[in-house]
């Protein structure tokens, strides 16, 4: 259900911000810790960043946002 909510939340942000990407996740389960699970959410999909080192989860939504978002501008 808190996922469920996560997703709703961050498609509300994609509309009222104008953006191509909102990152989610859930504060209680990241803060003060070296791993984040998250989701990455577009207009049409939403797919889970599973529990990782946050520098990994930067990465792939790095490599994300090039390779997907920079295809949409190019």
């Known amino acids: 259900e ?3 909510q996560a997703i ?3 498609r509300r942000k994609l509309a009222d ?3 191509d990407l909102v990152v989610a996740n859930q504060a209680s389960e990241s803060l003060e810790r ?3 699970r998250a989701l990455m959410v577009d207009a049409r999909d939403c797919r889970v ?3 990782m080192s946050k520098d990994e989860a930067a990465g792939r939504i790095l490599e994300y946002v090039v390779h997907t978002l920079g295809e949409k501008k190019a």
């Open 2 to 4: 808190a996922e469920n």
């Open 49 to 51: 960043i599973e529990r």
């Open 17 to 19: 911000k104008r953006v």
């Open 34 to 36: 070296d791993d984040i």
């Open 8 to 10: 709703q939340n961050a």
